[in-house]
């Protein structure tokens, strides 16, 4: 089945410091999102990503969908210690009777004030 | 606006034995996808709800079953519980008008652990 790897696993990084992290897929979505998950929390969505190549912003944070289809980053910038938390990328292939979205394992952040 | 809301939050049980967790959906929405999350994975799509039918199913057995009510609320029901089963389940709503952005609004999830 479909498979999301999201790297880096975990990253430990000082207040005010730039984020990225990436996803990458053996296959094409059409639609790639970001969400953030905070402890005893369910995931919020941050961004949501419908074309190729397409490049959004939602404040601190940008999000890119690769031009293959197979890979999507989100970066964010000047990071504030409510940054901490696990961020997960997900795949959709809407269309057709296909309602499911595939979640990457998550990379944790944890921001030292 | 009323988020999602799920309840029991915790819930201890052992195997062999039936759960249901219930969610209400988000005010505006008509459809609710429940999702398995193991501890230090990502969420894993279980089904989808859409005008009281199943939409979709990802690869669990068929002692996950679930409802959707008139009022988009919905049920998940496990059977014949395993130990492999203790996880957060996570309900999300969304609105689909024709097609499916996937942008999922999800409740704090219901903590079930099977001894």
Same mark, same amino acid.
């Given at each position: 089945g479909q498979q999301l790897n999201q790297s880096p696993q975990s990253m430990f990084i000082q207040e005010g410091e730039d984020v990225s992290m990436n996803c990458t897929s053996s296959s094409i979505f059409n639609t790639w999102l970001w969400y953030k998950q905070d402890p005893g929390e369910g995931p919020v969505l941050l961004i949501a990503l419908y074309k190729a190549g397409e490049l959004t912003s939602n404040g601190r944070l940008t999000a890119q969908f690769g031009i293959t289809r197979k890979d999507s980053f989100l970066n964010i910038s000047?990071?504030?210690?409510?940054?901490v938390g696990i961020y997960f990328c997900a795949g959709l292939n809407s269309g057709g009777s296909n309602y499911k979205l595939t979640f990457g394992k998550g990379t944790l952040l944890t921001v030292n004030p | 606006e009323t988020g999602v809301t799920q309840s029991p939050t915790h819930l201890i049980k052992t195997r062999g034995q039936q759960v249901t967790l219930r969610c209400s959906s988000q005010s505006g929405h008509n459809t609710v996808s429940w999702y398995q999350q193991a501890l230090g994975q990502g969420p894993q799509f279980i089904f989808q709800y859409y005008r009281e039918e199943e939409n979709g199913r990802g690869?669990? +057995? +068929?002692?996950?079953s679930g409802l959707q009510f008139p009022n988009y609320s919905s049920e998940l029901n496990v059977n014949? @519980?395993? @130990?492999?089963?203790?996880a957060l389940y996570l309900c999300a709503s969304s609105l689909r008008t %024709? %097609?499916?952005? %996937?942008e999922l609004f999800f409740g704090e999830g219901s903590r079930l652990t099977v001894l």
């Open positions: 000047a990071s504030i210690p409510s940054d | 690869n669990f +057995p +068929p002692r996950f014949a @519980l395993e @130990l492999d089963d203790s %024709g %097609g499916w952005t %996937g």
